[in-house]
């Protein structure tokens, strides 16, 4: 019985913690739809932390390609596709299978 307290103990000190330490990572998801062979929206904001999910309503597979290279994401036809922004800057991007289509990040520091 008292094994099974410290161990209760234990696992409940250790998500406190994890808890505490994560809100800087933590940030919200910016949706960025692929429909008729287009971003939408093309330019967004985000922070930092933050996520970019891509939803692709296409039946064709597309990328996001940064065009200086930090990331390249694949996004399968009916899928979605993620990437968490780790710095700030303006992030112009691409699909390499459509390089018409175009789209832009700009991230701001915390």
């Given at each position: 019985?008292?094994?099974?307290?410290?161990?209760?103990?234990?696992?409940?000190?250790?998500?406190?913690?994890?808890?505490?330490?994560?809100?800087?990572?933590?940030?919200?998801?910016?949706?960025?739809?692929?429909?008729?062979?287009?971003?939408?929206?093309?330019?967004?904001?985000?922070?930092?932390?933050?996520?970019?999910?891509?939803?692709?309503?296409?039946?064709?597979?597309?990328?996001?390609?940064?065009?200086?290279?930090?990331?390249?994401?694949?996004?399968?036809?009916?899928?979605?596709?993620?990437?968490?922004l780790t710095k700030a800057g303006t992030f112009n991007y691409f699909c390499r299978f459509h390089p018409n289509m175009t789209g832009k990040i700009s991230v701001s520091a915390n």
């Amino acid at each position: 019985m008292q094994t099974a307290r410290h161990s209760s103990t234990a696992l409940l000190i250790l998500l406190l913690q994890l808890a505490i330490a994560s809100p800087a990572l933590a940030g919200v998801v910016v949706r960025i739809k692929i429909a008729d062979m287009a971003f939408s929206p093309a330019d967004v904001t985000a922070k930092v932390g933050d996520t970019v999910e891509w939803v692709n309503s296409d039946f064709v597979d597309h990328t996001a390609t940064a065009k200086d290279g930090p990331w390249d994401v694949m996004i399968v036809a009916g899928k979605t596709a993620t990437l968490q922004l780790t710095k700030a800057g303006t992030f112009n991007y691409f699909c390499r299978f459509h390089p018409n289509m175009t789209g832009k990040i700009s991230v701001s520091a915390n």
